[in-house]
């Protein structure tokens, strides 16, 4: 027998504008990334590494100011998800991150 707690997150605002700031850079990285593996699928036929995205970090944050707005393992674990995608071959691959909320997190929808 399994016991469930549930609880519900009641930010203030300071918090809640972290946790936005959070998403939309994890939103964001998602959708380059998720770009930058469809283009080289195109041309070489074959994904990119977790490895490769991750090493983007660097250079997209010098680019990119508000990126360090977001903590580093967020965005890392965007990489692995992406990658892990394209593994498995899954149809999360053809799909962009919009950022529509329905009651709590952010989800992933089909375009």
């Avoid at 090493?55 to 692995?80: I, N, R």
């Avoid at 053809?94 to 992933?108: A, E, H, K, N, S």
Wanted: proline share 3%; net charge positive; glycine share 8%.
């Amino acid at each position: 027998m399994y016991k469930v707690y549930k609880f519900r997150l009641k930010p203030n605002t300071e918090q809640e504008i972290a946790l936005a700031k959070s998403f939309g850079c994890c939103r964001w990285f998602w959708n380059y990334s998720l770009n930058l593996c469809q283009e080289t699928y195109k041309t070489t036929g074959k994904g990119l590494t977790r490895n490769y995205i991750q090493g983007l970090l660097p250079s997209l944050k010098k680019e990119y100011d508000w990126l360090t707005d977001a903590y580093s393992q967020c965005l890392q674990v965007v990489a692995l998800n992406l990658s892990q995608a394209y593994q498995n071959g899954s149809s999360v691959c053809v799909m962009q991150w919009t950022g529509v909320i329905r009651d709590g997190p952010l989800i992933q929808k089909g375009i």
